[in-house]
């Protein structure tokens, strides 16, 4: 064990969890290093979607994890979902995203939606179902208000037109949150309203999915709508109310997000302490150039101060607070920026050999790139942080 291993595992062992959420991080951690990480170069190079992976999963029962007991599940803390999420992406980022964006899409559901839509459709997702979040659109990225995705309503039914692109998990999802805007409201930002849509309903094509630099075992989907007839049940709240979810959704998924990214983070930090500390240049290892200890502290330094931030933030979650945007987007720009500074300089401690993929440390530079676009970009991130100072004067 390496002295900034110990600086880690301290870290670790003073988050505060319950006994039964340490053996599901235990059993998951088990999980992730003896089924998933085998898998994951393999995936990485197909670009197939990780089936194995999720039945793994699902075999583990943790889609349960974030479900209220009444409707299948056996929720726990979501500082315990965050850990799970880190140790997933550690393994394969491509798996941790395909299961942390079910937890995504059905926050809102879990937080908002109707005892009789909880109970029709959160036993699916307890049971093992996948889910996607779709907000995007080739001309809406991060201004979700410029999306023209349209709902009319039609007596029983709501009917959809329009399309939504980059959607993770978009051609395999078994329920898929769709924000559009309402037909009968006259205002950019007024008219955003939700749907929750089932699988295999008629009128919703997947068009293509992409043919990514990173991630590339998790399907990231162009789906289209064309006359798609939804039940006037499955509308979450009422017309217009979709921006307020839609921020009350960002708010958790962005932390899960920077779990995501520190879980590449630590993979990439520890792929290169170990190497450095077996490679040898000039007669001494590399890791005793005091050149090299000096970049090591910096990255452990930040390394550990973003983890801590991270289960700061757990903690607000779980006590109640609902007011943490400004952390989580601070979050969630720092994580990402860390976790492509750090799988970078990975790459170049290993030489020649990082660029090649015969050394996990390429495939972890390529994963970490899109945390900093995904989820807002870090710009908008730093627009929004740099904003909560303007001072509101009369």
Known sequence: MTPAGTVFDRLDASLELGEDERMLLESVRTLAHEEILPRAEGYDRSGEFPWDNVNAINALGLNAMFVPEAYGGAQLSYAGYLACVREIAKACASTGIIWATTFHAMKPLIDF???EQKKRLLPRIAKGGLAALAITEPTAGSDATGMKTRFTPKGDDIVVEGG?????????ADLTLLFGKWSEIDDDKGSISVLLLEKNTPGLTVVRTEDKMGHRASSTATIAFDACRVPRANL???????LKLLL????????SVAAHALGIARAAFEDAVGYINERRQSGRRIVEFQGIQFLLADLAAELAQCEAWLWHVARR???????IGIEASILKLRASDLAMRIATEAVQLHGGYGYCKDYRVERLMRDAKITQIWEGTNQVHRQLIGRSFIEKRR
């Open 113 to 115: 939606g109707s005892e």
């Open 164 to 172: 939504k692109t980059f959607i993770t998990n978009g051609d395999v």
């Open 236 to 242: 979450l709240g009422a017309p217009g109310e979709g």
């Open 248 to 255: 009350a959704s960002l708010n958790k998924s962005r932390p």
């Open 317 to 323: 979650v779980d006590g109640g607070q609902s007011d």
